[in-house]
């Protein structure tokens, strides 16, 4: 003889079975979203305004619920979201050689070995060549010189001593970029040719003629 269940544990099973496919959807749409989420994080103004709207979006699914009488695995959900918005750390700092060329507007970047400015000690130099400046930093993206590109009148590169260098002259001053190792004389061309790709060419001196005489 087969009993039936009671609407008690009926009401039981349908709870359960609701409250798994609710996490198994939730956890499904997280999934999804972890991307996007990593990629807020590269912008801290949406980092900050996420981290808002989950502390909000908890704060109310810990307090509405309390206040109907409700089930309180909402408000339990809501007391993780509410937790997790203030432990998630903040906005990622670092930034990568292309976010820096798209902020400085630069064509390429180029290695440009090592510079020394002044007393100060040589540093690992990247060069970010756009159309109108070719801008110097550091390897934590530190800018140290800003050159404007329509005032290069010469970017050579030489060996001297076994070393290589690129040598540029702008504005009646100069920087001298110096490479070591095995590469060296490979990375002192590459750098050599990008900056005549954005150089302007010298117009030509046409000589004037003579007024013939009367």
């Known amino acids: ?43 801290p103004k949406s980092w900050m305004l996420f981290r808002l709207f989950l502390a909000l979006a908890g704060a109310s699914l ?42 400085l507007g630069a064509l390429v970047v180029v290695n440009g070995g090592r510079l020394k400015l002044g007393e100060a000690e040589s540093f690992a130099a990247q060069l970010f060549v756009g159309p109108d400046h070719v801008s110097v930093l550091d390897s934590n993206f530190q800018s140290h010189l800003k050159i404007p590109v329509s005032e290069i009148t010469a970017a050579r590169a030489e ?36 900056l005549h790709g954005v150089m302007r060419p010298a117009l030509p001196v046409i000589p004037q003629r003579r007024a013939a005489s009367a």
């Open 62 to 103: 810990v307090i509405v619920p309390v206040g109907l009488g409700n089930s309180y695995y909402l408000s339990l959900a809501g007391l993780a979201m509410f937790t997790g918005a203030i432990l998630l750390p903040p906005a990622k700092a670092n930034t990568n050689a292309d976010d820096k060329a798209r902020e």
């Open 159 to 194: 060996e001297s001593h076994g070393r290589w260098h690129v040598r540029v002259n702008w504005a009646n001053k100069t920087a001298t970029f110096l490479y070591r190792g095995v590469f060296a004389e490979h990375l002192a061309r590459v750098a050599e040719s990008t």
């Open 1 to 43: 003889m087969s009993t039936a269940p009671s609407p008690a544990q009926s009401e039981s099973q349908r709870s359960s079975t609701s409250l798994r496919e609710l996490f198994l959807g939730t956890l499904f749409v997280l999934v999804l979203l972890v991307p996007k989420i990593l990629h807020l994080r590269r912008n």
